[in-house]
């Protein structure tokens, strides 16, 4: 999931994650003010949580529709 974001989000998830820097270090490491990591950071995870939800919801999909008409 993590290749679908853009290179702006991802670099921020990939230093703050994987690279265990804090925020105020990836600002500094980017040269960007700290309130757009802020912004970069907050908009990733969104954009991460919708694709796992996206994920889970498309693959119980046929799982569902099978009980659904089990139950008729």
């Given at each position: 999931m993590l290749k679908a974001l853009p290179l702006k989000l991802k670099e921020v998830v990939v230093l703050r994650y994987y690279?265990?820097?804090?925020?105020?270090?990836?600002?500094?490491?980017?040269?960007?003010?700290?309130?757009?990591?802020?912004?970069?950071h907050h908009h990733a995870l969104k954009r991460l949580r919708h694709m796992s939800w996206l994920h889970s919801a498309l693959m119980g999909a046929p799982r569902r529709i099978?009980?659904?008409?089990?139950?008729?």
């Open positions: 690279q265990d820097c804090t925020l105020e270090e990836i600002a500094h490491l980017l040269k960007i003010p700290l309130g757009p990591v802020k912004s970069r099978s009980q659904l008409c089990l139950k008729s």
